[in-house]
């Protein structure tokens, strides 16, 4: 199976997203890099049905046969013994022309998750990634190219909200994978439901970090600054809720403000950089706007939190800002309830396990979480009362595609990556074969 971790994003910064009728320009720090034409109905109509072709050649294909191009996961069914030497079984079968719709943040492993397992099970699939990030997807198409596979099986659409809605009311698509946000995941669900299309949604989130005054400190501050800092913020399990034990806030804060000041901030493809550009304008002041607000509520920015130009002057124009510590946070304030998507990290003190539980879970969310604690039955005990798809403990952000992940809540529902996959891109069959003669009640 194809995956990748990639933390940082590739050094392209895009323009806001463009209207699904209009080209979506790509620039590189103002630069614009490509143009791409938002697919209308015809080309969508054209991908599918290509899709579908290539499907009905793919699917009857031998997990073997799929292996020498994609690594196939053991796809197998079960056999069930029946009385007097009759049985049953079951087969794995392919759904047919899967759709992918991806958001930008990660743009290659999103089209990568969802596409590998979807082919790996027989399926084909129409990808169409976020019009702020197009090209990484064209790439990927390329690669399955080289490997041998089919052509059609692996189709990319380009466009925004109009294109989307396209594939997800397309009568031959049989499921939507879908990662974006919970308004738009509502959408996608809600058009599924009409075609009663199966759907995998992977949506937002705002997820708790619980630092114990028991922890090893230090990594502690090193979880805290991987839950909040990875690609600038942009990332949807991130742990930007960090509930820290009162006791030890004075030292926790010290040590975060400390590394997160010296957290080298330009460009992506230099060894030493550490965070990136901000998608875009329009995203950056969405950022900022969020920290402005958190200071109107009383919250205490201890560093960053405001743009900044990096000294290489070809960095000029890119959409950078300093990551930010907010303390004297609350449960109610804005920047604690909403999903920020930038490099800005509240912390909140808390006394106990039992009341830091109940208020990690007061969310709507449900991705991830994180503990650090050196109590091991606590560790487990807490993992097991948190509402998230994951729990991290001592560490955080560690998403190996051999694991799966996926949301409690409104975070969504469906998994991706590990094993478990399998049964998101595959139906289930059941035969009986009777060995005796029938036993007719007519
Ligand atoms: N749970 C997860 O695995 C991940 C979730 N996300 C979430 O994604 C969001 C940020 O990504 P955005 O691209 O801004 O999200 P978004 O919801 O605006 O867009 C996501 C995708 O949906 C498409 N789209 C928009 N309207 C549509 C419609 N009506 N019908 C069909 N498709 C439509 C967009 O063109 C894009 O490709 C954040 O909330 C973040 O938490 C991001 C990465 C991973």
Request: aromatic share 8%; proline share 6%; glycine share 10%.
């Amino acid at each position: 199976m194809i995956g990748c971790t990639t933390w940082l994003h590739p050094y392209v910064f895009y323009l806001g997203a463009q209207p699904a009728c209009k080209p979506a320009n790509l620039v590189c720090v103002g630069r614009i890099l490509c143009q791409m034409v938002p697919c209308g109905a015809e080309e969508v109509d054209e991908a599918i049905k290509s899709a579908h072709a290539a499907y009905l050649q793919w699917r009857k294909m031998a997990g073997m046969e799929r292996a020498r191009v994609i690594c196939v996961l053991f796809i197998k069914g079960q056999h069930i013994q029946l009385p007097g030497g009759s049985f049953a079984y079951t087969r794995r079968e392919p759904l047919g022309v899967c759709v992918g719709i991806g958001a930008w943040n990660y743009p290659f492993q999103i089209a990568s998750w969802k596409s590998a397992p979807a082919l790996a099970c027989g399926n084909a699939m129409v990808f169409k990634p976020s019009p702020m990030t197009p090209v990484t997807a064209v790439i990927l198409a390329e690669i399955y190219k080289e490997a041998g596979v089919p052509d059609g099986l692996f189709c990319v659409v380009q466009g925004g909200a109009d294109t989307g809605t396209l594939l997800c009311q397309h009568p031959k698509v049989a499921k939507v994978s879908f990662t974006g946000s919970v308004p738009t995941g509502k959408k996608v669900m809600e058009m599924s439901a009409k075609g009663v299309k199966q759907v995998t949604l992977e949506l937002g989130g705002k997820s708790p970090l619980l630092i114990f005054k028991d922890c090893e400190l230090e990594n502690a501050v090193k979880g805290a600054l991987m839950a909040n800092f990875l690609t600038q913020g942009e990332v949807c399990c991130n742990g930007t809720r960090v509930y820290v034990q009162r006791e030890i806030m004075p030292q926790f804060l010290e040590k975060v403000v400390k590394r997160t000041k010296a957290i080298p901030v330009g460009d992506p493809l230099l060894d030493g950089t550490r965070m990136g550009a901000l998608i875009s304008k329009p995203h950056l002041e969405k950022v900022l706007g969020f920290v402005s607000q958190a200071k109107k509520e009383g919250a205490k920015v201890l560093c960053g939190g405001e743009p900044i130009v990096p000294s290489d002057p070809n960095l000029k124009g890119g959409y950078f800002m300093a990551p930010c510590v907010l303390d004297n946070c609350r449960d109610d304030m804005t920047c604690v309830k909403e999903e920020i998507f930038g490099p800005v990290m509240s912390v909140l003190p808390f006394d106990t396990e039992e009341e830091v539980i109940g208020r990690a879970n007061n969310t709507t969310f449900g991705l991830a979480s994180g503990v650090f604690t050196r109590d091991i039955s606590r560790a487990h005990r807490v993992a097991e009362n948190l509402e998230a798809g994951t729990c991290f403990i001592n560490n955080y952000n560690i998403s190996p595609v051999e694991v799966p992940f996926g949301g409690y809540k409104m975070s969504g529902f469906g998994r991706e990556n590990g094993q478990v996959t399998i049964e998101y891109y595959s139906q289930l069959k059941t035969v009986v074969v009777e060995m005796g003669d029938v036993d007719s009640l007519f």
